[in-house]
């Protein structure tokens, strides 16, 4: 009955054009970047030779804000650039922060340890306090969120991108984690970055310094987290109103946190809604939410077309090769697969015309983490949100909208999409995919185990 009723207005609104804008979305207010201040790197090994110049160069500040700093060669080649910067320009100010949970643990499956926490206060015991790093508990255990924040903020510039720091994401010893790389020179995105840090992170009692002794435990900072949380759903960037020049892109942090009053998810939703012609969506583990999956649906009733390019499952950060003994985390690659198999079988009319292009990147052994959005040829989304259930609701995201009403960044996005594609191929059909008759048996059981009790539905909301 209820159907009945609300048919005709549900009907009247798929017929009728979406709107460009919602009236909030019009009203953003951001910054007025020229577009020549705004550059895309073109790989790991670039985005690795611009953050260590950027911090070789810094004068004032240096802000890095990522979910990890890993104990391995890549993280410390940072760890050793921050603290000579430190040495060099004793005035410099350096914080880094990254996940509380992810930064005391041990890389999963592999032995117990006090995780990269050690080699943060082992650098402090012999180098002195000049590098703060600081653990930062978006929730109380890992499983519910995580800090999920990018950009790192050095003097006057933003460099942005959804990596975080080790050997694959710096493409280190040969092998490399793609990502997209942005650095935007504008002081007053920098300063807004910077600012939000100061005041909702390092203003938290739950914020702790990790690179010091006498660390204290996760269960004494729990009502401190709780404020924390309740701080950052209230959270924004503090961006000015103001007026585009010609030879300008608007540019508008965002910052996501939490189920209900989400501005980053709802921004998300709204862009989505308003594409036109095309859409171009990057996640590197296929598993939509469903205000997601309903929006790209009634586009490709419209006519849109739509590009998705997700990673092949061997090239998942979680991808463990048929040699190698299995371990249940190496499940993860065959669940994304099995989502986008349903996908595509659905919407197996639209991939037969074109509509819809399904392109899988893959590239030796090397792991696929792209996220974020292309909307006809004026607005993109940088973004570290993986586009998933656990972004949408758990982990603590933020993005960069870039607005381009003149089309000034059109070419760049153009050659960094050409690029992307060099190694991926379009899906022909949902049987390109491998079956999961054929998956290793380790995997087909507990598929089937997860299929029995329902938790796959559950496994899909926490990943």
Not at 263 to 276: N, P, S, V
Not at 360 to 382: C, E, P, T
């Amino acid at each position: 009955m209820n159907k009945l009723i609300t048919a005709p207005g549900r009907l009247v609104r798929r017929m009728l054009p979406f709107r460009r804008q919602s009236p909030a979305q019009a009203a953003l207010p951001h910054f007025a970047v020229p577009a020549g201040a705004i550059d895309v790197l073109s790989d790991p090994a670039a985005f690795r030779q611009t953050l260590l110049r950027l911090i070789a160069q810094a004068e004032r500040r240096i802000v890095i804000v990522a979910l990890y700093l890993q104990d391995d060669d890549g993280g410390r080649e940072v760890l050793d650039a921050l603290y000579a910067a430190k040495a060099r320009q004793s005035a410099l100010e350096i914080s880094v922060f990254v996940d509380w949970h992810r930064a005391q643990r041990g890389l999963i499956g592999k032995q117990k340890s006090e995780g990269n926490a050690g080699m943060y206060r082992e650098y402090a015991a012999r180098l002195g306090p000049g590098v703060a790093i600081h653990g930062v508990p978006v929730q109380t255990r890992e499983l519910f969120g995580v800090l999920h924040l990018k950009g790192f903020v050095i003097d006057d510039a933003v460099l942005y991108s959804g990596a975080s720091l080790n050997d694959v994401y710096l493409a280190r010893h040969g092998r490399y984690r793609l990502d997209r790389y942005h650095l935007l020179h504008h002081r007053g995105l920098a300063d807004a970055m910077a600012a939000f840090v100061q005041r909702h992170l390092l203003g938290s009692e739950a914020v702790r310094r990790l690179n010091v002794a006498g660390v204290p435990s996760t269960k004494a900072l729990q009502p401190a987290i709780r404020e924390l949380r309740q701080d950052l759903q209230r959270a924004t960037y503090p961006v000015p109103d103001g007026a585009l020049q010609d030879g300008e892109v608007a540019v508008t942090p965002l910052l996501g946190f939490g189920r209900s009053g989400n501005t980053l998810d709802d921004a998300l939703l709204a862009l989505l809604r308003g594409t036109r012609q095309r859409l171009i969506l990057l996640t590197p583990y296929f598993n939509l939410p469903k205000p997601v999956r309903n929006v790209l649906g009634q586009l490709l009733r419209r006519g849109c077309t739509i590009d998705i390019m997700v990673g092949d499952k061997t090239a998942n950060d979680f991808w463990i090769p048929p040699d190698q003994p299995f371990k249940t985390i190496g499940l993860l690659p065959y669940l994304y697969e099995n989502n986008l198999r349903r996908f595509a079988r659905t919407h197996r009319r639209q991939i037969d015309s074109g509509q819809l292009n399904l392109h899988l990147w893959r590239d030796g052994d090397n792991s696929y983490h792209l996220k974020g959005l292309f909307i006809d040829d004026d607005i993109a989304v940088l973004t570290g949100h993986n586009l998933n259930p656990r972004a949408w609701s758990l982990d603590l995201e933020n993005a960069l909208l870039l607005r381009d009403p003149e089309k000034l960044l059109q070419a760049k996005h153009q050659v960094e999409w050409v690029a992307l594609k060099r190694n991926a191929t379009r899906l022909a059909d949902y049987h390109a995919l491998e079956s999961p008759r054929r998956y290793p048996a380790e995997v087909r059981k507990l598929l089937r185990r997860l299929k029995r009790v329902r938790l796959d539905r559950l496994v899909n909301r926490l990943l």
